[in-house]
């Protein structure tokens, strides 16, 4: 009888990471060099700024109000992060350089997990909150927002555009570790 084949680690099916819905505490996306902290924002942060407004440029704030919308495995809705884009250093700055295919990762209490981008989108600012294709329910997707601010870029004007970056949770990285 002939000695048994050895089977590669590689061709070893494992099972599917879960990391159970929690709030995300940190953001990394190293191609575009950011790294922060994630922070709440309520639905009494938004009617005292009259909309998302993180208090710092260094803040990434996570929108609470949206049912189910923490990230994990077996997220049931879309996670929305904002963060500002300004003249000077601000968390954002470099997100619409962000380009498809580039890897995200979200720090929970549970877990990492591992975000592959889509696509980026720039909109007016009216458009973002009644597009479809942004608001409907998409269990584990993440989008970013922030004001999209052109090269040359006034700053004492007002924005009347947001850049935005949506992506989706892909179990394969997640498994592997980003």
Same mark, same amino acid.
């Given at each position: 009888?002939?000695?048994?084949?050895?089977?590669?680690?590689?061709?070893?099916?494992?099972?599917?990471? /879960? /990391?159970?819905?929690?709030?995300?505490?940190?953001? #990394?996306?190293?191609?575009?060099?950011?790294?922060?902290?994630?922070?709440?924002?309520?639905?009494?942060?938004?009617?005292?700024?009259?909309?998302?407004?993180?208090?710092?440029?260094?803040?990434?704030?996570?929108? @609470?109000?949206?049912?189910?919308?923490?990230?994990?495995?077996?997220?049931?809705?879309?996670?929305?992060?904002?963060?500002?884009?300004?003249?000077?250093?601000?968390?954002?700055?470099?997100? #619409?350089?962000?380009?498809?295919?580039?890897?995200?990762?979200?720090?929970?209490?549970?877990? @990492?997990?591992?975000?592959?981008?889509?696509?980026?989108?720039?909109?007016?600012?009216?458009?973002?909150?009644?597009?479809?294709?942004?608001?409907?329910?998409?269990?584990?997707?993440?989008?970013?927002?922030?004001?999209?601010?052109?090269?040359?870029?006034?700053?004492?004007?007002?924005?009347?555009?947001?850049?935005?970056?949506?992506?989706?949770?892909?179990?394969?990285? @997640?498994?592997?570790?980003?």
């Amino acid at each position: 009888m002939a000695p048994a084949t050895p089977v590669a680690p590689s061709a070893v099916p494992t099972a599917d990471i /879960v /990391v159970q819905a929690s709030a995300p505490l940190r953001l #990394k996306v190293p191609s575009i060099g950011l790294d922060g902290s994630v922070s709440e924002y309520t639905q009494e942060m938004i009617d005292e700024n009259d909309g998302f407004d993180p208090p710092e440029l260094s803040m990434i704030s996570w929108d @609470t109000t949206i049912p189910d919308g923490l990230t994990g495995t077996d997220a049931a809705n879309t996670v929305y992060l904002y963060g500002h884009s300004w003249v000077d250093v601000a968390v954002f700055n470099e997100l #619409k350089n962000l380009q498809p295919g580039a890897v995200a990762s979200i720090s929970t209490a549970n877990g @990492t997990l591992c975000y592959v981008a889509q696509k980026t989108l720039r909109l007016n600012k009216a458009e973002y909150k009644t597009n479809d294709e942004l608001t409907n329910v998409i269990p584990n997707r993440l989008v970013l927002v922030s004001c999209y601010r052109p090269g040359g870029y006034n700053p004492d004007a007002a924005t009347v555009q947001n850049i935005v970056v949506v992506l989706q949770l892909d179990q394969e990285k @997640t498994n592997l570790g980003c």
